[in-house]
């Protein structure tokens, strides 16, 4: 579904990502692990067509998006929940939904009402909580009503940089288990920015590690948990608890 090929991107002088490849196959879940740094958060921004490549080639679905605007690579199919949610704190839990459907305004209210019964499905709390204002939920109410407002584009490719942020055990567990069930049972593919190593590989298919905006290593599950480099820098001794 998605192809980075030696990818460049810059903050102004600043070389950010170093010529930087990776692949998202269809109905994968894949992580990024890295320190902060590395180019996650960066790589996911260009994608998305936030922040502008200067070298390299961007394939979704086969058609180069690198030189698209943000507005039409989410039409194609790409939705991104932002490290730190960014959502509009005043504006009730509905307006902010309602906004992620944006770009689909014109689709009438009966497609627009389909939408949002999806996202109360997979997040009955934010139905219960719709006329809230979004600033007064819970910080995992709040991930939960950003990645339900990402969902109301109906996105092929879902972009989550750092969902677990600033949330307790017991919440973050509840949202990869979100996460994971919007893959199996939607279909949705999603490319996973992810400082808490342990839960990213619980529900991952694949990962790669960046160091200073390189993927410096590429493996299944499986193949990362076994990798001595993996295990001493993100896991430690009890590694093998996160398939408890």
């Not at 692949?23 to 590395?38: K, Q, R």
């Not at 997979?122 to 407002?149: D, N, V």
């Not at 109906?154 to 989550?160: I, N, V």
Request: charged share 25%; hydrophobic share 40%.
């Amino acid at each position: 579904m998605l192809r980075v090929q030696s990818l460049s991107s810059y903050y102004g002088n600043i070389q950010a990502l170093r010529g930087i490849s990776i692949h998202v196959g269809y109905g994968e879940i894949v992580t990024l692990l890295g320190a902060n740094g590395a180019g996650k958060t960066t790589l996911l921004n260009s994608i998305c067509g936030l922040i502008t490549s200067r070298k390299g080639n961007i394939f979704f679905k086969d058609q180069d998006i690198i030189n698209l605007s943000a507005e039409k690579i989410v039409r194609l199919g790409i939705s991104q929940v932002s490290e730190g949610r960014q959502l509009f704190g005043e504006l009730s839990v509905l307006d902010n939904l309602m906004l992620g459907s944006y770009l689909h305004r014109r689709n009438g209210k009966k497609q627009m009402q389909k939408k949002l019964e999806n996202v109360f499905n997979i997040f009955p709390i934010l139905k219960e909580r719709q006329k809230q204002p979004a600033g007064t939920l819970s910080g995992g109410e709040q991930q939960m009503l950003a990645i339900g407002r990402a969902l109301m584009a109906e996105p092929e490719l879902l972009l989550l940089d750092e969902p677990s942020m600033g949330l307790a055990p017991k919440i973050v567990n509840e949202i990869f288990e979100i996460i994971k069930r919007l893959r199996d049972e939607q279909g949705t593919t999603i490319l996973l920015v992810e400082q808490n190593v342990r839960v990213a590989l619980k529900i991952a298919d694949r990962g790669y590690v960046l160091e200073t905006g390189r993927a410096v290593l590429e493996g299944t599950t499986e193949e990362l948990l076994e990798n001595k480099e993996v295990k001493r820098a993100y896991l430690g001794k009890g590694y093998k608890e996160i398939w408890e």
